[in-house]
């Protein structure tokens, strides 16, 4: 229910209102958004650790306003070191508008992120844009075969997905949206996220496990050795500011561990959307709000 709750959160106006105006809120956001998102990746790299970089923004409502986030994109890249990956919206690229749009806009940040060798991800999100994902990620791998898509296992076809991505980079995760007809139990989400691995371990793509669930990366790191995979044939995933000592702890026994760096104005959606994954998150974000200690 907390979660329901949450999601419904992140939809509010005045909810957002309340919480991004507070004076207090800001020590809570820079836990889990970047400021300064060149000095952020910096940083992690020296500690060993490898990015992709989301600039926060999604359901533009006019063109002007995806070419501007295209703009963005980049002058990100502009900053990022080879091996690096940026996640993009679709929502942010125009998807609402017109399918051809994002797709147009998704192979000018592709083209431009190939020359700097950095990869692609395309970020799914609420479900009736998850049709409109793999369609344009279907069409942007003909000219683009390194640019991923992330499959969502709460999704009741999520299983289908992924064995219809073979040979694809596909970022796993348990999903933060609501959709009809989609898994709500924790243990059906995390059961589904097992059989969506199993099926990405044993193919030709290369999995990248965004979870912080520890029971899931155990599992995780044993698929991949059965399977036969080293640490060059899939990567672990997770959020900045979520478990940063485990995630120095993977890189440390010589795993690949990539950061979700989201960064910009916009961030009051993701915030809500992260709490209401770690919903043990909201105690640390209300005394945030409420204490300057």
């Not at 193919?203 to 044993?222: F, K, Q």
């Amino acid at each position: 229910m907390l979660r329901q709750a949450l999601l419904a959160i992140s939809k509010s106006e005045r909810a957002e209102r309340v919480i991004s105006t507070s004076p207090l809120t800001e020590g809570v956001v820079g836990r889990y958004v970047a400021g300064d998102v060149g000095a952020v990746v910096g940083e992690l790299a020296r500690e060993g650790l490898l990015v992709s970089v989301d600039h926060l923004g999604e359901d533009v409502t006019e063109p002007a306003q995806a070419e501007r986030a295209v703009a963005e994109y980049l002058r990100l890249l502009a900053l990022l070191p080879p091996g690096a990956d940026v996640s993009v919206k679709l929502t942010a690229l125009g998807l609402r508008l017109s399918e051809r749009l994002a797709l147009d806009h998704a192979a000018a940040i592709c083209r431009a992120a190939a020359a700097g060798n950095v990869t692609v991800t395309l970020d799914a999100e609420e479900h009736d844009t998850i049709p409109g994902l793999h369609s344009v990620h279907a069409e942007l791998r003909k000219d683009h075969p390194d640019a991923g898509v992330v499959v969502q296992a709460y999704l009741p076809d999520s299983l289908e997905r992924c064995e219809r991505l073979g040979g694809a980079r596909v970022r796993l995760c348990k999903g933060a949206y609501t959709a009809p007809g989609a898994y709500t139990r924790p243990a059906d989400i995390d059961r589904a996220f097992v059989r969506c691995l199993r099926v990405l371990m044993a193919g030709t793509g290369y999995p990248m496990v965004a979870t912080h669930d520890p029971r899931l990366v155990r599992i995780a790191s044993t698929l991949a050795v059965l399977e036969g995979r080293d640490a060059t044939g899939y990567e672990h995933q997770m959020l900045y500011g979520v478990r940063p000592e485990e995630q120095l702890r993977l890189a440390g026994q010589g795993a690949k561990v990539r950061v979700y760096v989201p960064y910009g104005d916009d961030w009051y959606a993701y915030l809500m959307r992260r709490l209401a994954e770690r919903p043990r998150n909201l105690a640390f974000f209300l005394r945030s709000l409420v204490s300057r200690r």
